[in-house]
Each structure stands twice: as C-alpha cells, then as structure tokens.
C-alpha cells in the first residue's frame, strides 16, 4: 500500500457537485492498494499516520503527531499511486489491487483510523472526484508498506 500524506489547514472531496468529505486541520491522505496488499499493510500504513510527527510543537518544530494534535484525515483512494512509468508513455497500473480488494482495503483503512481515535471523512470509491487541499508548510510524505521491512541505510 502506499499512502502520500499532506499536512493540511482544510480538505475537502466533490463528487458531482456535492461535498462527500471534509476536514480543517489534519492530514489529506491518498491511499493507493497494491496486488498483495492485505490487513498487515494497513494497520502499519495507520499507525505511522497517527504517530508520525509531522505537525508543528510551539516552537515551530516538527515534534507532534496527528494524535497529538487531534487531527483529523480525509481519505482519498488514489490508484494511480500505483502507477509503473517505467516504459513508453503510459503509465501502467498493473500493480493496482483489483476493485474489490482495493475497496476492501480502503475501507478497512478508515475503519482502523476510527479505531485508533481518528475523525475520518472520505472520499468515493472508485468515483471521479475533485480533491482540494489546504497543504500546510508544505508537508508532503510518502508511505510505502514495501518499506516497512527494508533496513535503514546511513
């Protein structure tokens, strides 16, 4: 799974007109699924989203996490997270988990995050949606369950 994290003030998703998610401070996050993907990547995915440090103490440092600051996410399923650009000039998205397992995954997602304490808006599943984001700093990070495992280097 991949995940590409945004420090935001506001975000908010419109699907045909009308708003189907919306949040002020927080994290606007994109949320790719890939073949494979399962239960472990996303209880990882949602524990470095709560715990990562990414928002500003008093001091202006970056030293508190989403749950330190109780913030919310807007989450957003974003397949072309995926994408292998690798070759030509189309991106494939072969990577990509098919649809019910993608949406399986992306639910189970927000579900995790609401058990972790965390307000939860989303986007539509497999709709065509207009995001807006508020990107605070800007702070932009991205997630990749592939690097759980990988040893640091440096």
Known sequence: MRALL??????????????????????????????????????????????????????????????DVGGEVLLVS????????????????????PPDVGRALYGRTTELLREAGVAVATGEFGARMLVEIRNEGPVTILLDSDDRNRPRSG
């Open 6 to 67: 945004q420090r935001v003030s506001g975000g908010s998703v419109t699907v045909e007109e009308r708003t189907v998610g919306e949040i002020s401070t927080g994290l606007v996050v994109l949320l790719g699924v890939a073949e494979g993907d399962g239960e472990e990547e996303a209880r990882w995915l949602v524990r470095k989203m709560v715990e990562l440090r990414i928002f500003e103490d008093g001091e202006g440092r970056m030293n508190l996490s989403l749950a």
């Open 78 to 97: 974003q397949f072309t997270l995926l994408a292998d650009t690798r070759k030509g000039r189309r991106p494939s998205f072969t990577r990509a988990a």
